[in-house]
C-alpha cells in the first residue's frame, strides 16, 4: 500500500478480491496478554479457526516502523519477534511508533481496528475490548479502545470488556458514542470470563449475515463508525463467578499497592487473574479468544458476500 502500512500477500489479495479477512490484535498474543507458550497456541488456534470459517487470518503488529495487516505466520522470525513484543502501541501511539520506526510494537484494539480500516478490512476479532475502569470518575482511565470503535468502520467481536472493567460504565459510554452493541446470539452483554454481565446489550443479532444487513443501513445512514459483536465465553469454558470475582479483587489490590496507571494496570491485572486462578482463567481465555475468532469468521464472509457497502 505505501510505506506506513503493509498488507501480508494473501491479505492484499483477498481484500482486492473482495474476499473474508479478520484482523487480530497482537497485545493479547504478546507476554502482555498471556504468558508463553499460551500466547502461540491462542493465535494458532484463533488462525485455524478464521480459516475452518473460511477467512484469511490477517495479525496485525508494528514492525520494523511499519504498520503490518498480516504479520507472516509462516517459519520466519517476523513471527517470534510480534509474540516477544513488550511495547504495546494504542492507536495514538502509531504516529510516534511508525515515524520513530519503533522495531516491534504489539498493537491494542484500538491500534488495531486503525490499522484494519486502513487496510481495507472491515472484521476485527480480540479476546475483550478495553473499557472504563473502576474508579474512572477519580482517575479518568477509559480506553481509547471504545473511542476507536466508534471512529473507524469495522466490526470488532468481543467476549465483552475486560472483567475488571466498571461494564456498565463502559456501555454507557459505547451509547454516547454511538456504538452499536449486538449480541451474538444473546440478549445480555458478556463478562468475558462468565456468559452474563447482568447488563443488557442494545440488540442481538443469530447469523454473519445480520450484521451485514446491520452494516449496510449503517453506512446508507452515514453511520461512520463500527459496531461492537458481544459473544459470550462457550459454555463448557465459562469459569465460576464467584472465583472470578475474587481473582479480580487480588489484582486489583495489586494495582493499586504498586500505584500503577494507564497501560500498566491490565497486563498486571491479567496476571493477577491468572494467578488466582491457579491457571484457570488462561483456557477460558483462549477458548473466548478462538470463538470470537470463529464468528469473525461469520461475519467477513457474509459481510463479503453482500458486497462493497455503498453510502
Ligand atoms: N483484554 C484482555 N487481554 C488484553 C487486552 C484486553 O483480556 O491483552 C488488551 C487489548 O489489547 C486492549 C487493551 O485493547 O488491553 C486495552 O488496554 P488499555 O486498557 O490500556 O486501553
Ligand atoms: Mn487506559
Given amino acids: 500500500m505505501d510505506e506506513m502500512i503493509r498488507l501480508g500477500d494473501e491479505v492484499a489479495a483477498a481484500v482486492v478480491d473482495g474476499d473474508p479477512v479478520v484482523a487480530l490484535e497482537s497485545t493479547i498474543f504478546s507476554g502482555l496478554g498471556l504468558p508463553s507458550p499460551a500466547n502461540a497456541e491462542c493465535l494458532r488456534r484463533c488462525q485455524a479457526a478464521i480459516r475452518a470459517g473460511g477467512a484469511v487470518p490477517a495479525l496485525t503488529a508494528v514492525v520494523d516502523g511499519v504498520g503490518v495487516v498480516g504479520v507472516d505466520l509462516g517459519e520466519g522470525p517476523e513471527l517470534d519477534r510480534v509474540l516477544a513484543g513488550s511495547d504495546k502501541v494504542a492507536a495514538r501511539d502509531l504516529p510516534h511508533a511508525l515515524a520513530s520506526r519503533l522495531g516491534i510494537g504489539v498493537t491494542t484494539v484500538s491500534a488495531s481496528v486503525t490499522l484494519a480500516a486502513a487496510a481495507g478490512v472491515p472484521v476485527f476479532a480480540t479476546g475483550g475490548i478495553g473499557g472504563v475502569h473502576r474508579g474512572a470518575e477519580l482517575t479518568g482511565d477509559i480506553s481509547h479502545d471504545l473511542t ?31 456504538v452499536p452493541v449486538v449480541g451474538w446470539k444473546t440478549t445480555r452483554f458478556p ?121
Avoid: C, W
Wanted: avoid cysteine; glycine fraction near 10%; aromatic fraction near 2%.
Fill in 148 to 178: 476507536a470503535l466508534a471512529r473507524h468502520p469495522v466490526v470488532t467481536v468481543s467476549a465483552g470488556a475486560k472483567a475488571f472493567l466498571d461494564l456498565g460504565r463502559t456501555l454507557e459510554h459505547l451509547e454516547t458514542l454511538g
Fill in 191 to 311: 463478562a468475558f470470563y462468565v456468559r452474563d454481565s447482568g447488563f443488557p446489550v442494545s440488540a442481538t443479532v443469530e447469523s454473519g449475515t445480520d450484521v451485514a444487513a446491520m452494516l449496510a443501513v449503517a453506512r446508507r445512514l452515514g453511520h461512520p463508525g463500527g459496531v461492537l459483536v458481544a459473544n459470550p465465553i462457550p459454555t463448557a469454558a465459562e469459569l465460576d463467578p464467584n472465583r472470578i470475582q475474587e481473582a479480580l479483587a487480588a489484582g486489583l489490590a495489586e494495582v493499586q499497592a504498586r500505584g500503577l496507571r494507564g497501560p500498566a494496570v491490565t497486563p498486571v491485572v491479567l496476571a493477577a487473574i491468572a494467578e488466582a486462578t491457579d491457571g484457570g482463567s488462561i483456557p477460558a481465555n483462549l477458548a473466548l479468544a478462538e470463538s470470537n475468532a470463529a464468528v469473525a469468521a461469520d461475519i467477513a464472509v457474509a459481510v463479503a458476500e453482500a458486497g462493497p457497502v455503498r453510502a
